[in-house]
Nanobody, 123 residues
């Protein structure tokens, strides 16, 4: 059974930083491209960042480019999202996702999803 478990998010002030992690199990992690998406209240889920199976290629939404960094550690079966210079508009539930290698390194669609973690940025 595939499981993607995000770390606890939290409340942070605008301008602050937060790192999310996503622990994967039940799959061969290096066979999957990975990504982060988010959903703000009243809005549709949107793409944030993606990384290919090796970590050699990354893609970011324009709204987070230069502030967020996606990375992965295949030895630990873990995906990360380092978020810096956070803004109130980054407030959302953040989801970790996995897609077949070679098919999802640029973003959705994804085959597996985590349960999500709340990130709240106060002004």
């Amino acid at each position: 059974q595939v499981q993607l478990v995000e770390s606890r998010g939290g409340l942070v002030q605008a301008g602050g930083s937060l790192r999310l992690s996503c622990a994967a199990s039940g799959l061969t992690f290096s066979n999957y491209d990975m990504g982060w998406c988010r959903q703000a209240p009243g809005k549709e889920r949107e793409f944030v960042a993606a990384i290919n199976w090796s970590g050699g290629n990354t893609v970011y939404a324009d709204s987070v480019k230069g502030r967020f960094t996606i990375s992965r550690d295949n030895a630990k079966n873990t995906l990360y999202l380092q978020m810096n210079s956070l803004k109130p508009e980054d407030t959302a539930v953040y989801y970790c996702a996995a897609g077949p290698r070679g098919e999802s390194w640029y973003g959705p669609p994804y085959r597996y999803w985590g349960q999500g973690t709340q990130v709240t940025v106060s002004s």
